[in-house]
């Protein structure tokens, strides 16, 4: 349960930039994208989508019993948006966005060795 609250947080502390200045942690994104510019076209980017239910089923894992098939999709899905950012701040010569990844980066592969060796 520690593990997936740390996916999580470190997930929601992921750091973008983008243009000329702007700059936003994951959290902050999600904040405008749900609660300040809450609009249906937001909603369904398919990348704002399959993030969302991914993290709506890590929570809802977090309380309850999931399916552990389901749960490793949503880390999967997660994990595959963190690495599109890596190689975005890497191809970008942004360090911080690359190095904001690590954590959950980390803790992803924490996750599927624990999964692995459980079997």
Do not use: D
Request: with cysteine; hydrophobic share 60%.
């Amino acid at each position: 349960m520690k593990l997936k609250f740390f996916l999580l947080i470190s997930f929601f502390l992921c750091y973008l930039e983008w243009g000329h200045g702007h700059s936003a942690f994951l959290f902050q994104v999600a904040y405008t994208i749900f609660f300040e510019k809450l609009s249906v076209t937001n909603f369904f980017h398919p990348l704002v989508f399959g993030s969302f239910l991914a993290l709506l089923v890590l929570i809802i894992s977090l309380f309850a019993n999931i399916h552990q098939k389901i749960e490793r999709i949503a880390i999967i899905l997660l994990t595959l948006l963190v690495v599109f950012f890596l190689f975005i701040g890497v191809i970008s010569l942004q360090y911080k966005v690359a190095l904001s990844t690590f954590p959950y980066l980390f803790f992803a592969n924490y996750y599927f060795k624990n999964a692995s060796k459980a079997k």
